[in-house]
């Protein structure tokens, strides 16, 4: 397997590369058909910092003022593809004054210079396809003061890009990279003079793409949200495109964007953030709501499950479960084990939530942030209720093996609030354990209780759970249920040790009780963001206990405060979403 794919590696690598060199021979557009409006958001304090020469790329920051972006040593390939994507260009374009054109127009020329003919590690299907979005979006900022022979290198780069997209698109990955590849192209085909041709085949081949990737309920396999948006994205922008042109997208392509955006609305927290699994984050400030907006889908109760989540909301309080089985295969190299975890979100402000992907923090980081420990649930024995394989090929990523493959749910509605209760297997083959999870939200918002069981259902899984009990001296099987916080969660014990108190920086106070079967702490923690260059400290509340018995029950309730109020007005202002400095 690891040979066979190695060699698919190795092919698609001697193609790419094959065909950047053959895009030289192609006869350059000669200026733009149309123009799309651009629609890419960036952030302006990222450009700002960009500006001063601070680099942040791939969580790893270089600090050179006035240094040539493509001299600077990439550190490692995901350092190089941050670069080369040219998402950068939304954040210069979002300071837009005239040194912010002027470091953009500064390493767009550099790139064609070093590149522009075919060469380098930019050259594959979704870089190209997300650079050339970014050169035709940002067009006029790119182009304005610049002479005719900038002019004609950079339209002679956008079309050896366009031409090199029609020939390898399919080479990219299915889903988000495939999609990348294609709006591309499609941009590409409806802009540059002398590239019609591209844009019918890319068009087709995005419909079939909608039909075999997003599937019935509005979801990819990945399970990842921040993923799906960026997908749902990629869609609303090319649909905006053909209806400038006249030309109107796909019944595929439409049917696509009307299933994604109420999924993408039950991953929606209470403050416009996405919910934080399976290698994603909580997405760029404002994207979720520019995309929604956009795709002028009319919002629509969702019913049953999106994506494999569950949504409990009540007034502004937000809670988000996963509620199926961790993808598996392919896949899953960006899957975590976090089954019934959940995150729950209080107006503006995160209280519970897991703690992410540390892709940006390299490998270890990578691997800890899909343990189970780092999510909010219950945790057997400090094991995961998945495991981590083996990468199969060369820049693969570890597959979720072992996964919990039963996972019944039910979501009901309360006289006084809405239930989620929910199960899965991850444990039963070595402990004979099933997790089942109650999660009850109060209509008003102000409080749920949960329930965690640890039970053996049947007569092989009560030999598994002796045989574990008989191997720890007849002490029990451990567990720990987990309730990792925010770091702007300002949390204490409280009342003797029977309780934790949480103050949100709007000035709610939230407290945590349980039945007093377990031991409580609070422990360290960490929250991993890719805009961070360190993960940051944070902490956790800890329910400690050990299953003796087939049946082990677990209660416990967050709460606002009695004298919190029903609305609190939240002025205070969030810290910019881009920070160079180190948190301890």
């Given at each position: ?380 024995a400090g094991h995961s209720s998945a495991s981590l394989g083996e990468p199969t090929g060369n820049h693969a990523r570890e597959p979720l093996i072992e996964r919990p493959g039963h996972v019944p749910i039910e979501i009901s509605e309360m006289s006084d609030g809405i239930r989620f209760q929910g199960g899965h297997d991850g444990y039963s083959r070595i402990y004979g354990l099933t997790h089942a999870r109650t999660l009850e939200l109060a209509f008003d918002g102000r409080g749920m209780t949960g329930e965690d069981m640890l039970l053996a259902m049947d007569d092989a899984s009560k030999r598994r759970f002796d045989s574990a009990v008989d191997a720890t001296g007849l002490a029990g099987v451990s567990f720990d249920i987990r309730l990792h916080l925010h770091p702007d969660v300002d949390a ?93």
């Amino acid at each position: 397997m690891f040979r066979s794919e190695s060699f698919a590696n190795r092919k698609t690598r001697f193609f790419n590369r094959l065909y950047a060199r053959l895009s030289r021979r192609q006869r350059p557009a000669t200026g733009f058909v149309s123009q799309p409006e651009p629609r890419t958001i960036g952030s302006f304090a990222r450009g700002r910092q960009l500006i001063a020469g601070n680099l942040l790329f791939a969580g790893f920051l270089v600090d050179q003022p006035g240094a040539d972006l493509w001299e600077i040593a990439g550190p490692d390939a995901a350092f190089d593809a941050d670069r080369h994507g040219f998402g950068w260009l939304d954040d210069l374009a979002a300071v837009g004054d005239h040194a912010a054109r002027t470091r953009a127009q500064d390493w767009l020329n550099g790139w064609i210079n070093r590149y522009g003919a075919g060469q380098g590690p930019g050259w594959t299907p979704d870089l190209t396809g997300r650079r050339v979005i970014r050169w035709i979006n940002h067009a006029i900022f790119l182009l304005r003061g610049q002479d005719s022979e900038a002019s004609q290198a950079f339209f002679r780069a956008l079309s050896r890009q366009a031409w090199f997209l029609g020939k390898r698109w399919q080479a990219a990955a299915p889903g988000l990279p495939r999609f990348e590849a294609l709006t591309g192209l499609i941009y590409a085909g409806l802009s540059l003079e002398g590239c019609e041709y591209l844009a019918d085949p890319a068009i087709k081949a995005i419909a079939h793409e909608c039909d075999t990737q997003i599937n019935d309920s509005g979801g990819l396999p990945t399970r990842n949200p921040e993923e799906l948006l960026a997908v749902f994205t990629l869609l609303t922008w090319a649909a905006a495109v053909l209806h400038e042109v006249g030309r109107g997208a796909s019944p595929s392509h439409i049917a696509a964007i009307e299933r994604i955006a109420p999924t993408l609305r039950v991953l929606r927290h209470a403050d416009g953030g996405l919910a934080r699994f399976h290698g994603g984050g909580r997405g760029l400030e404002g994207r979720l709501d520019h995309a929604l907006a956009a795709s002028q889908v009319k919002p629509e109760q969702a019913k049953g499950l999106s994506m494999g989540y569950a949504r409990l909301s009540a007034r502004r309080t937000s809670i988000i479960v996963d509620a199926s089985p961790p993808p598996g295969g392919a896949m899953s190299g960006n899957a975590h084990a976090s089954t019934l975890a959940f995150e729950l979100t209080s107006g503006r402000r995160p209280l519970v939530v897991n703690c992410g992907s540390g892709a940006s923090f390299g490998t270890e980081w990578r691997r800890a942030g899909r343990a189970t420990p780092l999510h909010s649930t219950l945790c057997v024995a400090g094991h995961s209720s998945a495991s981590l394989g083996e990468p199969t090929g060369n820049h693969a990523r570890e597959p979720l093996i072992e996964r919990p493959g039963h996972v019944p749910i039910e979501i009901s509605e309360m006289s006084d609030g809405i239930r989620f209760q929910g199960g899965h297997d991850g444990y039963s083959r070595i402990y004979g354990l099933t997790h089942a999870r109650t999660l009850e939200l109060a209509f008003d918002g102000r409080g749920m209780t949960g329930e965690d069981m640890l039970l053996a259902m049947d007569d092989a899984s009560k030999r598994r759970f002796d045989s574990a009990v008989d191997a720890t001296g007849l002490a029990g099987v451990s567990f720990d249920i987990r309730l990792h916080l925010h770091p702007d969660v300002d949390a204490a014990l409280d009342l003797g040790g029977a309780a934790v108190s949480m103050a949100q920086k709007s000035g709610e106070i939230w407290v945590f009780r349980h039945d007093g079967t377990c031991k409580l702490s609070l422990e360290p923690s960490v929250y991993l963001e890719s805009t961070r260059l360190k993960p940051r400290a944070t902490k956790q509340i800890v329910l400690s206990g050990r299953a003796m018995d087939y049946a082990t029950r677990i209660r416990w309730s967050l709460s606002k405060a009695q004298d919190t109020a029903v609305a609190v007005r939240d002025l205070n202002r969030d810290e910019m979403d881009f920070d160079i400095g180190y948190e301890s």
